[in-house]
């Protein structure tokens, strides 16, 4: 490893949009959610849910997708990565969750 990049990102009752732009690198992705904390201000019965859903992009055109429960990191390694978009989804609660780059040689 050569270098890394790390960021917490929350979201409270709506969808958080994150991109990220990089020279072709080789890095290793992980996303992992931290926490979750329902809020029942309305109606206890209503559901809650919390995911997040990133897409990695390659030089050479490749696309992989990555979906992350609460308490599971997803994780994906690239060796020409060039952009990471991704959507954090808080529904009746807030979510935060890590977003982790660890750059290769």
Known sequence: MIDQGFQQVAAWNYTLSLHYVFPPISAVVQIC??????????????????????????????????????????????????????????????VDAFVNFFVCP
């Open 33 to 94: 959610l931290s926490s979750r904390h329902d809020f029942f201000a309305e109606d206890p019965r209503l559901p809650t849910s919390a995911t997040a859903l990133f897409t990695e992009y390659t030089a050479d055109g490749r696309v992989e997708e990555l979906r992350s429960r609460l308490g599971f990191a997803s994780t994906f390694r690239a060796s020409a990565l060039t952009e990471v978009k991704g959507l954090l989804i808080a529904d009746r609660c807030r």
